[in-house]
């Protein structure tokens, strides 16, 4: 079945940029996601990456795709207090849109001013 | 992008009675919607998914005759707790697909007493 791992937190300082890493197990997954839920709030889509991609960027997010080992990072360049939350790694074998997304638990980022 | 609203954002309700969580989209039309529940410092759990104009489908251990579904419109899915107890207070959260994406809405807090 489908598992997606992440490590469960992470504490870096303000400026400094942030590595969150995810391996999954599937590798028919088609579309890789990243999402942030601040406390007590739902999930805001940052950032996503179809599987013949390897590297996404998008002004201070990088994502990076290694399909041969089945990982997926999200590096935050740059990293500020506000960027404290918990990121979320998902992935879905469809792209029709019409297939759940299976979840990572989350790694908790803190920020350290 | 597109919105997702859920309502209401926090219930508290005493144990038995049955509860109504809407979800809607927006500014677009889905033809299918996700009901996840989130327990505390804890992943997504997929719960059910809600086609408009047919019966949900429930994951596994999941009762459906305990969480119902219905999801009448391609704008509004709804999910009714019924009888709840104590241990059914979570945060439950829709999202709506469209295209390639899953858009998701803030979360309902549930507390049952």
């Known amino acids: 079945g489908e598992d997606v791992e992440q490590s469960l937190f992470l504490s870096v300082r303000e400026g400094d940029s942030s590595v969150i890493n995810c391996t999954y197990t599937?590798?028919?997954?088609?579309?890789l996601y990243w999402y942030k839920q601040e406390p007590g709030a739902g999930l805001q889509l940052l950032t996503y990456?179809?599987?013949?991609?390897d590297m996404k960027q998008d002004q201070r997010l990088t994502v990076l795709l290694n399909k041969k080992d089945k990982h997926l990072s999200l590096r935050i360049a740059d990293t500020q207090t506000g960027d404290s939350a918990i990121y979320f790694c998902?992935?879905?074998?469809?792209?029709?849109?019409?297939?759940?997304?299976?979840f990572g638990k989350g790694t908790r980022l803190s920020v350290i001013a | 992008g597109a919105v997702v609203s859920q309502h209401p954002s926090r219930v508290i309700c005493k144990s038995g009675t049955s509860v109504k969580i809407e979800c809607r989209s927006l500014?677009?039309?889905?033809?299918?919607m996700f009901w996840y529940r989130q327990f505390p410092k804890q992943s997504l759990m997929l719960m059910a998914t809600?086609?408009?104009?047919?019966?949900?489908?429930?994951e596994q251990g999941v009762e459906k005759d305990k969480f119902l579904i219905n999801h009448a419109s391609l704008t509004l899915s709804t999910l009714t707790v019924t009888s709840a107890h104590p241990e059914d207070s979570s945060f439950y959260i829709c999202?709506?697909?469209?295209?390639?994406?899953?858009?998701f809405g803030p979360g309902t807090r549930l507390t049952v007493l």
């Open positions: 999202s709506a697909s469209w295209r390639y994406e899953q858009f």
């Open positions: 990456i179809f599987s013949n991609m």
């Open positions: 809600s086609n408009e104009g047919s019966k949900a489908t429930y």
């Open positions: 599937d590798s028919s997954s088609t579309y």
């Open positions: 998902a992935e879905t074998l469809s792209n029709s849109g019409n297939t759940p997304l299976v």
């Open positions: 500014d677009f039309q889905a033809t299918t």
